[in-house]
């Protein structure tokens, strides 16, 4: 299971990234650091040196080119709309949104805009059409915490859209092996979500899910609250091992087919 990112990527020009810089295999979700900055900041740089990639977007946008100074080799960032809004619940509506995304994407490397929370019909309004227009321009992934119907309006808007879902929209495993069905660009995070594994055991339904799409997947912390930093290493630690036994298992499955092949063939009967 490859796990993806959902932050910037480095080098090249700004907000230019392909899609091989957004994966990692493990990604982190730094966010809201509040009076933790510099204890989050230096968690996040010493996890992350333990992979490829570690993906962050922090609605404090000091502490986001502060992370990446920190780490450059394996931080990369994504754009947090609401970052230039006085009340994110609204943001779909403040035009200081779209002079905030342009000033930030003119000036730093990006790899996604997002985290931003859509649901139906807030993608049809000026505001959340403008940014899909920038993303397109930048060749950018869109991070969005939406429902599966705003995801949809996404996608009329601009068919080749690259977007992250956040949480796979907390939706059912069969709904979202659907939506993965019909978009070959969307891609799910599982952040904030322990529905897909206990007990040391991949849930069977997930399982399906990231065994047709391996690598359509990525894990996150989610760190939404300073008090969420005290889980990062071991939520990483947790995910590591869940996906480890998920590899272990489909090892010996694959196996089992090529016994069973080599059987068929030495007895064609």
């Not at 509040?34 to 922090?58: H, I, N, S």
């Not at 979500?193 to 065994?211: E, L, N, P, Y």
């Amino acid at each position: 299971m490859v796990i993806r990112s959902d932050a910037a990527g480095r080098g090249g020009e700004p907000g230019r990234r392909s899609a091989a810089d957004f994966r990692c295999p493990f990604a982190l979700q730094p966010r809201r650091l509040g009076g933790g900055a510099a204890q989050g900041c230096d968690r996040a740089a010493e996890e992350g040196r333990r992979a490829p990639r570690a993906g962050v977007e922090l609605e404090r946008r000091r502490s986001t080119q502060k992370l990446y100074a920190e780490a450059p080799e394996i931080i990369i960032r994504s754009c947090a709309p609401t970052a230039a809004a006085a009340r994110s619940a609204t943001w779909f509506s403040d035009p200081t949104i779209i002079t905030h995304l342009e000033d930030r994407l003119k000036r730093y490397k990006y790899v996604a805009i997002g985290e931003f929370t859509s649901t139906a019909p807030m993608p049809t309004l000026p505001v959340p059409r403008r940014m899909v227009e920038l993303a397109r321009e930048y060749k950018l992934f869109l991070h969005a915490h939406s429902d599966a119907d705003a995801i949809e309006r996404l996608f009329r808007q601009d068919p080749n859209a690259r977007i992250l879902w956040a949480h796979s929209g907390f939706d059912q495993p069969a709904r979202v092996r659907e939506m993965l069905r019909r978009h070959k660009n969307l891609y799910a995070d599982l952040a904030f979500r322990s529905d897909h594994g206990s007990g040391g055991k991949v849930d069977a339904d997930w399982r399906a899910a990231f065994m047709e799409f391996p690598d359509r997947f990525m894990v996150g912390t989610d760190t939404f609250a300073p008090e969420r930093w005290h889980y990062v290493v071991e939520h990483a630690e947790w995910s590591r091992r869940l996906a480890g036994r998920h590899a272990a298992r489909r090892r010996r499955e694959d196996r089992l087919q090529e016994r069973r092949g080599d059987l068929r063939q030495a007895d064609p009967r």
